[in-house]
C-alpha cells in the first residue's frame, strides 16, 4: 500500500508513489518511480535516494492551495518532479513499451551510468590515460564535495542520478559550498564545470535527454570568479627585460619567462611539449596540450613566427635536434610515461615560478610574477596596441572570444584618458 502522484499517456502511467509497506530504521518511507502499464496491468517500482514520512510525502507532492514548502522540501520537491517527468518522458517516446525496452531506454540494467558519482570517475580515469593527473584530481574532490552537501542534506551519497541535478539542486550546492564550507568563487565554479561536463557527456551519449540539462542561460549559470588581471605593463616588461639575474636559475626563468610571451603567450607546457619537428623557419607551429588529447574538432594549429629572442633561446637552452631528442628542450624524454611527463612538467614550472619572483622583485614589481603572467601579459599588452581581439583571439588558440576577453587585464588609466581626449577633444576648443 502506498500514497502516489502520477502522470498518465495512453498506455503508460508514471506515478511518484510513497512505498509504506515497511517502515525504515528512521521512521521515514522510501518514496519510489512507480510505472503502470495498462496493457499488461503490470506495475514496476524504481527506486529513488528520498525517504520522507507521510506527512512530508504528502506536502511536498500533494501542497494545499496556499501551502507554503520550506526551502528543503521546494528543493525536494523539484528533484522528484524532474525525476518523474525524466520517466515519463523515456516511457512516452517508446513504439512499442515494454518494462524490458523501458529499462534499456533508461539503462537502469547498467545504473550506474545515470549516476553523476560513476560519470565523475569515469572521466577522471579518462584524463588520468592521457597524463592529466591535475584535472582528473578536480573530478575526484568534485565527487568528494557532491557527497559530503548530500550527507549534510539528510540523504544518502552513495548515488546521484543525472535527472536529479536540476536548477534547484545546483542552486543549494551552490548555496551550501559557500555559505557552510566558505569555498572561494574560483572553486566553487571549478567543481560545477567539472560536473556540467559530465552531463554534457551523458547527452551526447544520450544516457539523459537534453530537456533535463540545467545549465545554461534562464537556468543555472555557473559563477565567474573575479580574478586578479596577472598582466605586466609596457614600463614593468622592461624593467623586468632589464633586470638581470642573480645566478644561473634565474638566467633560465627569465629566458623562457620571455619566450612565453615572444611565442604569443605559449603556455609553458606547451613549451615544455613542443616537439622539433613543429619549429623551423618559419616560425612554431603547434596544437595545445590543453586541447590535442580531446575529442574535440576545434582543436587549432598555432602559428607563432620564430623571433630571434625565441631562436636565441631554444640555442641556449634546446637540446640540439639531435635524433635522440624528440622535444625541443630537455624537460621531458621519449621514452616517459604520461604520468612522468606531467610531473616532469609540474616541476619544470615550479622552477619558473621559484626563480622568476626575486628577479621581478628586484625590478621593482610587487605583484607575485609566475609563469603564467607572461601569457596573460602578451594578450593584454597585444590589446593595448590597439591589435584586435580576434587576433588575440587565434594567437592564444582559444574557440571562444569571452575565453580571450578574460586574459584582458583593461587599459592602463592613462590610455583612457589619451582615448577620451581624442573622442571628447571638440569639447575642449575655445568658441570663436
Known sequence: MGYKRGKAKGQVRVSLYQDTRREKYNGLFPTKIRVYDSLTKKARLYTTDFDLSKDQFRRIVFPKMGERLKKEEKNVREQLLALESHYSEKAHDLALFTFDVFEGALSLKSGEVMDVFFQLEKYRQELLSQGQTKSASQFDL?????????????????????????????????????????????????????????????????????????????????PSSSKVKKALNAEQLEALFAAEPANDQQAKAKAFWFFSFVCQGMNMKDIVFLEWDRVSEEGIQFVREKTKRTKKANSKTIHAPLTPFAEGVIKKYGTGGTKNSTYVFPVLKSDMSLSEKEKAKDNFIRFINQHILPIAKSAGIKERVSSNWARHSFSTSAIRNNISMVFVKEALGHSDIKTTQRYFAGFEDSSKKETIDLITGFTSKDKK
Open 142 to 222: 568534485t565527487a568528494k564535495s557532491l557527497k559530503n552537501f548530500l550527507k549534510d542534506s539528510g540523504r544518502s551519497s552513495s548515488t546521484l542520478l543525472l535527472p536529479e541535478v536540476t536548477v534547484g539542486f545546483l542552486n543549494s550546492y551552490e548555496n551550501w559550498m559557500i555559505d557552510f564550507k566558505d569555498k572561494s568563487s574560483s572553486t566553487v565554479g571549478a567543481y560545477l564545470r567539472n560536473v556540467r561536463t559530465v552531463f554534457n557527456v551523458a547527452i551526447d551519449l544520450n544516457i539523459v535527454n537534453r530537456e533535463l540539462y540545467p545549465f545554461g542561460k534562464k537556468k543555472y549559470q555557473i
